[in-house]
């Protein structure tokens, strides 16, 4: 058997592969955050012409590569803090310790699965740390700093765009918004917005806005708040170089929170968007069930959560015609997301 270890970086992804015993299978690669589907193809190919499966090791701080390797057919496995030692403040243990530690260890890692994502089986800790937020976030509510829907009473939606930009449907999506004249709201990780400035500036440049959704895509509650903190800051960093602006907005990943992470948001940082319908891309259920979810849960005000990166989104494109067609024979208009939070306000 082969085990891939996948570490982030400020710039990429570090990938180690090891055999059985330890030794080396491939040398080791470094690949841009622009890269995915090609380390994607690589990985597939390795296992193939080695004839032995592959079992990829990632992070918990690293949500943006599952999607793809398993949608891929790859054998993705989390590694949780408490089976690896200190991670530093930014950036994820090496490649060849993860890798080592399925070696050594595949049965003490969470395998992962495209209905559950990245934070597949810790569901106990996610409901943990949204119980332990609620006091903070019901302070940044009243301060006019977190929302999730805008008032029931007008005739207006957001609909917004998680995990991008992606070299691919970024720009699938941006065509069928000006298709249909739509503005939305893109919520944009860090690494990509790194590897990626022309794409984010084309967002810009047609008119969308831009959220803050950290650098790595991790699960909040494996984070310091120091960690947490440069997670923002990196990201907002990225954001200054590529658009010469730091969004106003902030969506954490998976919707996951802890009053420590919400704790750094106050008192002059990005204000907390949070979603009231989920269209469930994300899971890949087929376009027509992403597009009725949607129209099933959507009214005026919603807040609507798809992506646009982060894994094989080509259900997403697929959906979003039906999406906006359905939405606007109601009546429906398209507004960015902020624009919600301003008239809550």
């Known amino acids: 058997m082969l085990y891939a270890g996948i570490a982030w970086t400020a710039d990429g992804y570090d990938v180690e592969v090891i055999d059985a015993g330890g030794n080396p299978a491939a040398a080791p690669a470094r690949w841009g955050a622009e890269r995915l589907p090609e380390l994607t193809r690589w990985l597939v190919t390795l296992g193939r012409e080695s004839g032995l499966p592959c079992a990829v090791v990632l992070e918990s701080t690293n949500g943006l590569v599952d999607g793809l390797l398993t949608a891929a057919g790859l054998d993705v496995h989390r590694a949780d803090p408490w089976v690896l030692p200190e991670r530093p403040d930014f950036g994820s243990v090496s490649a060849r310790l993860l890798a080592e530690t399925a070696r050594t260890g595949l049965a003490s890692l969470s395998p992962l699965t495209a209905a559950g994502g990245g934070q597949t089986g810790r569901d106990d800790d996610y409901h943990d740390g949204i119980r332990r937020s609620e006091e903070m976030e019901s302070a940044l509510t009243r301060a006019g700093r977190c ?75 494996d984070l310091s708040p120091r960690q947490f903190r440069l997670q923002i800051e990196r990201t907002s960093d990225a954001f200054e170089r590529s658009v010469g602006e730091t969004p106003t907005l902030f969506r954490p990943p998976y919707g996951s929170r ?88």
């Open 258 to 345: 802890t009053p420590e992470a919400l704790g750094e948001l106050l008192p002059d940082g990005p204000a907390l968007a949070l979603w009231d319908v989920d269209s469930w891309d994300w899971a890949r259920p087929g376009p027509e069930k992403i597009a009725k979810t949607v129209l099933d849960h959507a009214r005026p005000g919603s807040m609507i959560l798809m992506h646009d990166g982060g894994g094989d989104r080509r259900e997403s494109v697929l959906a979003l015609p039906a999406v906006i067609e359905g939405l606007l024979e109601r009546g429906l208009s398209f507004v960015p997301a902020d624009a919600l939070r301003s008239v809550a306000m």
């Open 147 to 221: 929302f999730r829907h805008g008032p029931r009473d007008r005739q207006e939606v957001a609909l917004t765009f998680d995990d991008g930009p992606d070299p691919v449907y970024t720009r699938q999506v941006l065509d069928i918004l000006e298709r249909y004249e739509v503005r939305a709201t893109f919520f944009c990780v860090g690494l990509h917005v790194n590897a990626l400035p022309d794409e984010v500036r084309r967002i810009r440049e047609a008119g969308h806005s831009l959220g803050n959704h950290t650098w790595s895509h991790p699960f909040l509650p």
